[in-house]
């Protein structure tokens, strides 16, 4: 009876490493992540803006974790990246904000970026800014959403840009989180 018992948490334990091991194995590789730190406009030197990482860096503690066995896997810039700021050239970050991540990257072909920022100040202000922002960098409008707690914009340009910012406070601390999307579609070529 104590080896059937035995068995039967073997057999369990077993499951459940497969079960584990195949939710992890289906699990895509991140972009590349930049090294955090505070975003422009805010009163620090530019000496602690997070920049790009480097292939020299690549295994440096806090570097991205990478789902390859070569550095030249490594994701390059997108175009739309400032690649001395690690920036989004034509989505500037909230100023004054702190950036909490960043990824960046091609997927499926299509170069995609992430900026996540906190920032105290309040979705109107936020709000604000970026409605100008948006304006001021060519961007068309697509969609918009403002409440007084959420702020969601979407936006394009012509037919190969698209990006969208999201505002939305924080109720467990008294910080607003942004999150700056762009995403630049290959133009498509004829023959």
Not at 85 to 93: N, R
Request: some cysteine; hydrophobic content about 35%.
């Amino acid at each position: 009876m104590f080896e059937i018992g035995r068995m039967k948490f073997c057999i369990l334990l077993l499951a459940a490493l497969m079960v584990t091991v195949s939710v992890a194995c289906r699990q895509k590789p991140a972009y590349s992540d930049m090294e955090l730190g505070p975003s422009p406009g805010n009163d620090q030197s530019n000496a602690n803006q997070a920049a790009p990482p480097s292939n020299a860096n690549a295994n440096a503690p806090g570097a991205a974790a990478q789902n390859s066995n070569s550095q030249s896997a490594r994701s390059k810039l997108p175009s739309f990246m400032d690649e001395r700021t690690g920036e989004i050239k034509d989505l500037p970050s909230y100023p004054g904000s702190y950036r909490t991540n960043a990824q960046y990257g091609p997927d499926r072909g299509i170069n995609r970026a992430f900026v996540a920022l906190q920032t105290s100040d309040s979705v109107d202000r936020i709000a604000a800014f970026y409605n100008d922002a948006i304006k001021s960098n060519g961007w068309t409008v697509v969609n918009t959403l403002h409440e007084p707690e959420l702020y969601k914009i979407e936006f394009k340009k012509g037919d190969n840009d698209q990006g969208s910012v999201q505002a939305q406070k924080n109720p467990l601390a008294s910080t607003v989180d942004i999150v700056l999307s762009r995403i630049e579609r290959p133009t498509a070529t004829g023959n």
